[in-house]
């Protein structure tokens, strides 16, 4: 079982449209969640963190977490052309020692936004 | 304000050689990371500075890679006698102190492109 994965996609929504990213993580200790937007030929960027269970909204974007269920997911809400991107799941892997640094990444899901 | 910048941007370099590549954090972020992405393997971790603390070096692949990071803030990640599978793009973050458990946000540089032919 991968550490983090996500759905390999790729996913396709019309404009308007509500797009659902998907990630699952393995480390039931993990404390630190990250959705990153990652252009082609471009570095990640970073849409949204969260640490707590529930849902955490910013504009067009909603993170949504799940620790009993070891599930974090992304909403983007009236997508756009512009939203057409990888989008990268990372999870903080804490192994109860003093590393809260080291992220790991899913592989991501490429996500078209067509007109 | 200023981001993270990295420099070269691009490096190609024959097998063997050695390279040095640049990171210079967001100011005022204690924490420093490196990673690098390449096709077959997505983004993977390689080492962690946080302050003054010693570094979490867990992900560097051998021993032909190394980082530093001088006064707290500029890092360099060097990698000897460099291989065809080195090729990769380095990505270096930044971000503030974490605590409670929590990892801080991380912010990536731009990265730099490494080809070894």
């Known amino acids: 079982q991968k550490e983090v994965e996500q759905n390999s996609g790729p996913l396709s929504v019309p404009e308007g449209a509500i797009a659902s990213l998907n990630c699952t993580y393995s480390?039931?200790?993990?404390?630190?969640f990250f959705w990153y937007r990652q252009y082609s030929g471009k570095s990640p960027e970073l849409i949204m963190s969260?640490?707590?269970?529930g849902d955490k909204e910013d504009g067009r974007f909603t993170a949504q977490l799940n620790k009993a269920s070891q599930y974090v997911s992304l909403l983007i809400r009236d997508s756009q052309p512009s939203d057409s991107a990888t989008y990268l799941c990372?999870?903080?892997?804490?192994?109860?020692?003093?590393?809260?640094?080291?992220?790991?990444f899913g592989q991501g899901t490429i996500l078209t936004v067509h007109p | 304000g200023a981001g993270v910048s990295q420099s070269p941007s691009n490096k190609v370099t024959e097998k063997g050689k050695d390279v040095e590549l640049r990171c210079d954090p967001i100011?005022?972020?204690?924490?420093l990371y490196w990673y690098r992405q390449s096709l077959g393997q997505g983004l993977e971790f390689l080492i962690y500075?946080?302050?003054?603390?010693?570094?979490?070096k867990s992900g560097l692949p051998s021993d032909r890679f190394s980082a530093e990071r001088t006064g707290g803030s500029v890092s360099t990640l060097t990698i000897q006698r460099t291989q065809q599978e080195d090729s990769a793009v380095y990505l270096c973050?930044?971000?503030?102190?974490?605590?409670?458990?929590?990892?801080?946000?991380?912010?990536f540089g731009p990265g730099t492109r490494l080809t070894v032919t």
């Open positions: 969260i640490y707590s269970n």
């Open positions: 990372a999870v903080n892997r804490n192994a109860g020692g003093t590393s809260y640094g080291k992220l790991t």
């Open positions: 973050a930044s971000s503030l102190v974490a605590s409670g458990g929590l990892t801080a946000e991380q912010y």
């Open positions: 100011s005022g972020h204690t924490a």
């Open positions: 480390d039931r200790g993990s404390q630190s």
């Open positions: 500075f946080q302050g003054n603390s010693a570094p979490d």
